[in-house]
């Protein structure tokens, strides 16, 4: 698998992880049954410290979301492994990669992808891509949680300042408490 510190999500048949084999990404579809490959995707990615990717693919039975250190987002097809779109989450929604690099995995949520970058995250339309919102400045090393604040709908996630907590609605800032990484 190479190296890395993906753990696993299994949808069906199918267990799905990421590795880092001669500074590339890969992404393995693997059948639950006997073990055997069915799929892989690669990318370029240097491995560097802490060596591999440091997130755990996501998936909703259709598509799997997969986000390499340095922001590399996928969205692709679980049957084959085909890039259904792709995009990189700091360059095009504005945070800043951190010391160690991303390690916080995607969440579905509904119709929306949310992702740790930026202070308080970025959430993106995950049929497309799209920004839906998203902060500036540095994110931290916690995959987003999404929990009801009475009727709202709020996410918490660790920046590399402190918690924070937004709307998951509209990215707007709630709540946030100093605890620097």
Known sequence: M????????????RLLTM????????????NVAD???????????KA????GPRTTPATDGK???????????FCLNIEDGK???QKNVLTDCGGENITWGIAGSPVIHGDMLLVNT????????RKTGAKIW??????????????KNGARECVALFSCKGLCVVEVKTGRKLAFSNWET
């Open 2 to 13: 190479g190296q890395g510190w993906s753990s696993v999500s299994v949808c069906g048949a």
């Open 19 to 30: 590795g880092n084999v001669n500074d590339q990404d890969v992404v393995y579809a693997l």
């Open 35 to 45: 073990g055997k490959e069915i799929w892989r995707h690669s990318y370029s990615c």
């Open 48 to 51: 560097g410290n802490y060596s």
């Open 63 to 73: 598509v799997v979301y997969t986000l390499s250190r340095d922001g590399d987002l």
């Open 83 to 85: 890039v259904i779109w």
């Open 118 to 125: 930026g202070e308080s995250g970025a959430a993106l339309d």
């Open 134 to 147: 998203a902060s500036s400045g540095k994110g931290g090393y916690s995959t987003p949680v999404v929990f």
